[in-house]
């Protein structure tokens, strides 16, 4: 059984609007990384908040917009831990599915000394998002200042909220990542802006800030808004984690704003 239910927030019009993934990160830090077989002692472990679309969100969302989330995620633990976490962050539920046909999706990440990674990562929930979904959260899709689109989710889907988005007059943003080949043309076609990015956290930071400049100041130039992106997201990369990284509007310079 799965469920999406609209405790309120369907008529209401928020400023940026996620499509996209959730990811439950399991972090082992070791000296190296293992070789095949091979079992080595770490040194720390942490549960984090991941997956593109839910960062991208968490970004707009501390910098003051009113943020919606469309994903799904498990009827698990970590399901519920993630939906609880989007309520700490003041972000819409009304649209966070939960299933138990799949587990939340979650990445496996050891990172060594170095800085050096591997990652192994199960979509799960993820690959669950479709049009029944969409259909569901139409109202705010369709209404928002600003619609954020990423490809950790299956690209139809994606696909079919950007169009549904475009074609209301809605600002859209698609961020190509991961990258997939042989990408549908349409994609391009029904994206005003299309922002690709190598790293993770601080890209899904930047891509996050973006998204609030739209919303809150659509009459700057896109380069004046891309700079502030960045400022932003060049002060994530000074703190650990991935959103737990992410700055507050509050503790940005306010000329920002």
């Given amino acids: 059984m799965e469920n999406m239910s609209c405790g309120g927030s369907c008529a209401a019009v928020f ?3 996620v499509v996209g993934s959730c990811m439950t990160d399991l972090v082992s830090q ?3 990384l293992p070789k095949a077989g091979e079992t080595i002692h770490g040194h720390k472990f942490f549960i984090g908040y991941g997956g593109k679309g839910a960062n991208q969100c968490i970004q707009a969302g501390r910098l003051g917009a009113r943020t919606a989330m469309v994903c799904k995620v498990g009827k698990d633990y970590f399901g519920d831990s993630y ?3 989007f309520k700490n962050n003041g972000v819409s539920t009304d649209f ?3 299933t138990d046909k799949a587990a939340t999706g979650a990445a496996s990440i050891i990172v060594n000394d170095q800085g050096e990674n591997a990652i192994v990562i199960v979509a799960g929930a993820n690959l669950l998002l479709g049009s029944e979904d969409l259909r569901a959260a139409a109202p705010p899709i369709t209404s928002a ?3 954020l689109c990423q490809l950790e989710v299956r690209p139809a ?3 079919e909220a950007l169009r549904m988005a475009h074609s209301s007059g809605v600002k859209t943003v698609f961020n190509p990542a991961p990258a997939v080949p042989d990408l549908d043309p349409e994609f391009y076609s029904n994206s005003d802006v299309v922002c690709c990015n190598e790293p993770e956290g601080a890209g899904d930071s930047f891509v996050g800030a973006l998204a609030f400049f739209m919303a809150h100041h659509p009459t700057l130039p896109l380069e004046e808004m891309a700079r502030r992106a960045n400022h932003i997201a060049a002060i994530s ?12 509007r509050k503790d940005l310079p306010q000329e920002l704003f």
């Fill in 237 to 248: 990369v000074k703190a650990e984690g991935t959103q737990g990284s992410y700055p507050f």
């Fill in 83 to 85: 939906i609880l976490n």
């Fill in 15 to 17: 400023d940026v609007v």
């Fill in 157 to 159: 889907t994606s696909l």
């Fill in 30 to 32: 070791a000296p190296r």
């Fill in 145 to 147: 200042r600003v619609l």
């Fill in 96 to 98: 966070v599915g939960q």
